[in-house]
């Protein structure tokens, strides 16, 4: 069998958008939920949240998985490491998004039904006013040209647990370095102090951020092909215990491999990408078991919609532990530029084709407005709401921080991971 035997069952997304006296408006979102990722379904615990509830950890045999004090990784498994969901996190209620600000709308005097006005139209009508600015363009391609949402929920509240790893090293909460921004800080699931995940912070309280929700389903696109993420260690002379080891970052130039039930094999062999644009290279150490780096920046493909854009990461660093398959799993972490983070997650504004050509801006604005009203926020809301959480990279001139401190929860499997051709040498893992 061959990969491309494997199809992905893919299913428009529909949000509902409520206007006036009950009518309602169905946006076909650009978004698209994997039936056979089953998001729903229950994931093993990762290492931080068995050791939280005081189950034993597994020990991994870390003298196999080295060869000649080095191995290769494949992420099989990405998501944004998100809190405690809306009972605990949202004491103010939810953000309203889209939905809100067209019941808003639809009760002033210039949002009522027009005599004669057909339904459809007052729908319409409804929906572009509030995804266009004073000026006449649109909010999500051109977020700044609105304020920010009155009905954007943040995270609030203290002793809120959350998986990650302390970017700014203050560790007490609302403590500011040179380059940093003053920030209530989150709690780790171990009990450590001073964990900064404020893009949590900025989506923890609107809905398809839950734990439910469909936005953490990007990793479909890697399970298709579409892009990945290589890892490799070298230098290890002691896999408990190494105070200096290598440790790179790479996109993935090879489509991943997977089971006959979509599991990514282990043991695959990938070639990295050869744009040093998609490389990185950190200083690390390995601590009873715990593997950590020193800050870098990386960069790696991302699709959504065919449209190619770039998760960047900027000092970031990772925490893992090894698994007894031979794996790692735990959080990478860093700051999100929130330019990026925007053209990312919320409005896909530089968007290129396949071509590297900014896609056509149809597809872009579909996709756009179609998540926000999918997943329950409003574009030049996210945009603003990032802009105020913001606590990475100050800039000097201005005082005002320009990146969000994001943090993922990822695992990783055995895999090869070579500067060349790799498509002949996984064809006994396909077949076999």
Same mark, same amino acid.
């Given at each position: 069998?061959?990969? !491309?035997?494997?199809?992905?069952?893919?299913?428009?997304?529909l949000?509902?958008? !409520?206007?006036?006296?009950?009518?309602?408006?169905?946006?076909?979102?650009?978004?698209?939920?994997d039936?056979?990722?089953?998001? !729903?379904?229950?994931?093993?615990?990762?290492?931080?949240?068995?050791?939280?509830? &005081?189950?034993?950890?597994?020990?991994?045999?870390?003298?196999?998985?080295? %060869?000649?004090?080095?191995?290769?990784?494949?992420?099989? @498994?990405?998501?944004y490491?998100?809190?405690?969901d809306?009972?605990?996190?949202?004491?103010?209620?939810?953000?309203?998004?889209?939905?809100?600000?067209?019941? /808003?709308?639809?009760?002033?005097?210039?949002?009522?039904?027009?005599?004669g006005?057909?339904?459809?139209?007052?729908?319409?009508?409804?929906?572009?006013?509030?995804?266009?600015?004073?000026?006449?363009?649109?909010?999500?391609?051109?977020? *700044? /040209?609105?304020?920010?949402?009155?009905?954007?929920?943040?995270?609030?509240?203290? &002793?809120? @647990?959350?998986?990650?790893?302390?970017?700014?090293?203050?560790?007490?909460?609302? @403590?500011?370095?040179? /380059?940093?921004?003053?920030?209530?800080?989150?709690?780790?699931?171990?009990?450590?102090? &001073?964990?900064?995940?404020?893009?949590? #912070?900025?989506?923890?309280?609107?809905?398809?951020?839950?734990?439910?929700?469909?936005?953490?389903?990007?990793?479909?696109?890697?399970?298709?092909? %579409?892009?990945?993420?290589?890892?490799?260690?070298?230098?290890?002379?002691?896999?408990?215990?190494?105070?200096?080891?290598?440790?790179?970052?790479? *996109?993935?130039?090879?489509?991943?491999?997977?089971?006959?039930?979509?599991?990514?094999l282990?043991?695959?062999?990938?070639?990295?990408d050869?744009?040093?644009?998609?490389?990185?290279?950190?200083?690390? #150490?390995?601590?009873?078991?715990?593997?950590?780096t020193?800050?870098?920046?990386?960069?790696?493909?991302?699709?959504?919609?065919?449209?190619?854009?770039?998760?960047?990461?900027?000092?970031?660093?990772? #925490?893992?532990?090894?698994?007894p398959? =031979?794996g790692?799993?735990?959080?990478? /972490?860093?700051?999100?530029?929130v330019?990026?983070?925007?053209?990312?997650?919320?409005?896909?504004?530089?968007?290129?084709?396949?071509? =590297?050509?900014?896609?056509?801006?149809?597809?872009?604005? =579909?996709?756009?407005?179609?998540?926000?009203?999918?997943?329950?926020y409003?574009?030049?809301?996210?945009?603003?709401?990032?802009?105020?959480?913001?606590d &990475?990279?100050?800039?000097?001139?201005t005082?005002?921080?320009?990146?969000?401190?994001?943090?993922?929860?990822? #695992?990783?499997?055995?895999?090869?991971?070579?500067?060349?051709? %790799?498509?002949?040498?996984?064809? %006994?893992?396909?077949?076999?």
């Amino acid at each position: 069998m061959k990969l !491309a035997d494997f199809k992905v069952v893919k299913t428009p997304v529909l949000a509902l958008k !409520a206007g006036a006296a009950g009518a309602a408006i169905i946006v076909a979102a650009s978004l698209y939920l994997d039936h056979s990722a089953a998001a !729903a379904r229950t994931e093993p615990a990762s290492a931080d949240a068995r050791q939280a509830s &005081g189950a034993p950890l597994p020990v991994a045999d870390t003298a196999n998985i080295f %060869s000649d004090g080095q191995a290769g990784f494949v992420v099989s @498994k990405i998501a944004y490491a998100l809190g405690p969901d809306e009972k605990t996190a949202c004491p103010r209620g939810m953000t309203g998004g889209v939905r809100g600000l067209i019941e /808003a709308y639809s009760r002033t005097p210039a949002g009522k039904m027009r005599e004669g006005e057909p339904l459809n139209a007052y729908e319409r009508r409804l929906s572009e006013s509030v995804h266009t600015a004073a000026d006449g363009r649109n909010l999500c391609m051109f977020p *700044a /040209a609105g304020g920010p949402d009155p009905g954007w929920q943040m995270v609030q509240g203290k &002793g809120l @647990k959350v998986e990650g790893i302390d970017l700014d090293g203050s560790g007490a909460g609302k @403590k500011a370095g040179g /380059a940093t921004c003053s920030h209530e800080e989150f709690q780790g699931t171990n009990g450590e102090r &001073g964990v900064d995940n404020q893009f949590y #912070r900025v989506v923890g309280c609107t809905t398809g951020f839950q734990p439910t929700g469909q936005a953490n389903s990007y990793e479909t696109e890697m399970l298709t092909g %579409s892009w990945g993420i290589l890892v490799t260690v070298r230098g290890v002379d002691d896999p408990r215990n190494d105070p200096e080891i290598e440790v790179g970052f790479y *996109a993935n130039a090879d489509p991943i491999q997977l089971s006959a039930s979509r599991v990514p094999l282990s043991h695959a062999t990938y070639t990295a990408d050869g744009n040093p644009r998609y490389q990185a290279i950190a200083r690390g #150490r390995i601590v009873d078991g715990v593997l950590t780096t020193e800050p870098v920046d990386v960069r790696f493909h991302n699709v959504v919609n065919s449209m190619n854009q770039d998760r960047e990461l900027r000092s970031a660093r990772v #925490r893992m532990t090894f698994t007894p398959d =031979g794996g790692m799993e735990g959080i990478l /972490a860093g700051y999100t530029p929130v330019e990026s983070m925007y053209d990312l997650q919320f409005g896909v504004r530089n968007s290129k084709n396949a071509k =590297g050509e900014l896609a056509p801006e149809r597809l872009r604005l =579909g996709t756009s407005m179609g998540r926000a009203g999918a997943l329950g926020y409003s574009c030049h809301g996210a945009y603003h709401a990032m802009l105020q959480a913001a606590d &990475g990279h100050k800039d000097p001139a201005t005082g005002r921080c320009t990146s969000l401190s994001t943090q993922y929860r990822i #695992r990783m499997a055995p895999a090869f991971v070579v500067h060349g051709s %790799s498509r002949s040498t996984n064809s %006994s893992l396909i077949t076999g």
